[in-house]
């Protein structure tokens, strides 16, 4: 697991293959067994992969652009009615999406929306929203674009570990 967790980066390129379906249905297996406060899993998603969702998706937030290319994206939400920790649910379900891409040979990159605006100045969760036509109810905290990264990134090293944030008492 090291080694994965090692490997995994932000990528904000993709190549044109496509993603094998199960890759993609092992990252969504993969999310379903992220651990949730008093086991509530208030989290939903949606896939996409339709190219002019995308590409419409991409206009979500200033440095969202890099969705359009990818073959598909993950868009994270949560009712938060259904629980107090909602957003540190969905958030494990990022870090989940990550390491379970990073596992199949994939990339991807935390796209920020909760809080977000367009480059229009219109709120990004309503830009969602309106667009995949999601309820009122679920906060959209985040999109994660994932395919074959086009580019090559060196796996984190020792020398990113700092022992100096840690303190032991």
């Known amino acids: 697991m090291l080694e994965t967790i090692r490997k995994r980066r932000s990528f904000r390129t993709f ?9 993609i249905n092992t990252i969504l297996r ?13 989290w939903r998603f949606w896939l996409v992969k339709n190219k002019e969702i995308l590409t419409q998706l991409s206009q979500a937030t200033p440095w969202g652009s890099f969705i359009a290319q990818a073959p598909l994206a993950i868009v994270v939400c949560a009712d938060e009615a259904l629980s107090r920790e909602w957003l540190e649910d969905a958030s494990i379900v990022g870090a989940y999406i990550y390491l379970e891409a990073t596992n199949q040979g994939l990339g991807t990159c935390w796209v920020q929306n909760r809080g977000s605006k367009t480059p229009k100045g219109k709120d990004s969760e309503q830009y969602i929203r309106d667009l995949l036509n999601i309820s009122d109810n679920l906060r959209i905290v985040a999109t994660f674009p994932i395919g074959y990264p086009d580019e090559e990134k060196a796996s984190h090293s020792d020398q990113s570990f700092q022992p100096d944030k840690i303190r032991t008492v």
């Open 15 to 23: 190549n044109k293959i496509p993603v094998e379906e199960e890759k």
């Open 30 to 42: 993969a999310i379903q067994f992220a651990p949730s406060a008093n086991h509530k899993n208030p």
